[in-house]
């Protein structure tokens, strides 16, 4: 069965090359992005953060430790996929404020048990996050005409410079948005199902 979700995921490519004269209407942008926030976290957490790159300085200066890939200066909006690692510690009774008060009490208690002093944690929640949220920009953008380009070609050191991330975020890939144009290269090819998709054991 076929449905305009599938159909979505079938043809979504990554695309390499875009329309550098078209410009993304601010509400595109922000109906894409907002879409891309109903991406689930654990415990509502929303730890993922999303920075939008509109200066052609610091997408310059992206693009010089990126390979000198053209998609972070073609694209209409190059979002650099990021997370705050102690999203669990700044308010979080933020997370469940539409919830009922015993419940948002309860949630506090388990994000707090569940993230304070573990880092390891902290970090792959923070990948976890942004992850999903990437794929649903990726999704989102799909579904208003334009193209993407998922990255992670860049030197993260010096990029995270560039940015001035914070300490406590976590850098976890970019997302190139805009009109592709030109052709697609030929794509890889996906591996049997075998080699992927195990059941119950490894
Ligand atoms: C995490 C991640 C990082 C990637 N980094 C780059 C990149 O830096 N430059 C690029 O051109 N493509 C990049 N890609 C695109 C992959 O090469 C592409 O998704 C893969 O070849 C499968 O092709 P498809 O997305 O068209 O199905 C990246 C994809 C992912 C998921």
Known sequence: MM?????????????????????????????IL??????????????????????PAVRAAIKAVAWH?????????LVVL?????AYAKDPGRYWKDAPEAMREKYIGMITQYYENNPTMQRDEAFRSAGMAAYALMMAASAHGYDTCPMDGFDFEQVAEIIRLPKDHALVMFVA?????????PHGGRIPDIDVIAFDRF
Do not use: Y
């Open 3 to 31: 449905n305009e979700i599938l159909d979505t995921m079938f043809a979504r490519r990554a695309t390499k090359r875009f329309d550098a004269h078209h410009t993304i209407p601010d509400e595109t942008l922000t109906a």
């Open 34 to 55: 907002r879409a891309a926030r109903t991406a689930p976290t654990a415990f509502n957490i929303q730890n993922w953060r999303f920075l939008v790159v509109r200066d």
């Open 69 to 77: 890939q053209p998609q972070i200066e073609e694209c209409s909006a």
């Open 82 to 86: 990021c997370a705050d690692m102690h």
């Open 177 to 185: 948005i805009g009109k592709g144009t030109g052709d697609l290269p």
